[in-house]
Nanobody, 115 residues
Framework: QVQLVESGGGLVQAGGSLKLSCAASGIIFRVNAMIWYRQAPGKEREWVAGITSGGSANYADSVKGRFTISRDNAKNTVYLQMNSLKPEDTAVYYC?????????WGKGTLVTVSS
């Protein structure tokens, strides 16, 4: 069964750091772009960062300079290093990717930033 599983969320103080991981598992022969989204309480899901299979990365303006997306193609895993965290970064973070011929979402990991 092909799936995406996020990990690494938790509670951190403002100014702190966390690193999220998202691993694709199952029988996988192709992974295209891998993307992080987040959804804060009472808000719509928003795009955070994406990275192509070749390693080109893009970021939302709200996280540019603080977050870094990377991937390990051998492990079918994408990471999100989050530094200088702010209370407004509090959200459930979701991983999204095109695996083989279908699009998949992970179940999310909660990040809570206290002030």
């Amino acid at each position: 069964q092909v799936q995406l599983v996020e990990s690494g969320g938790g509670l951190v103080q403002a100014g702190g750091s966390l690193k999220l991981s998202c691993a694709a598992s199952g029988i996988i022969f192709r992974v295209n772009a891998m993307i992080w989204y987040r959804q804060a309480p009472g808000k719509e899901r928003e795009w955070v960062a994406g990275i192509t299979s070749g390693g080109s990365a893009n970021y939302a303006d709200s996280v540019k300079g603080r977050f870094t997306i990377s991937r390990d193609n051998a492990k079918n895993t994408v990471y999100l290093q989050m530094n200088s965290l702010k209370p407004e970064d509090t959200a459930v973070y979701y991983c999204n990717a095109d695996l083989n011929t279908m699009n998949y979402w992970g179940k999310g990991t909660l990040v809570t930033v206290s002030s």
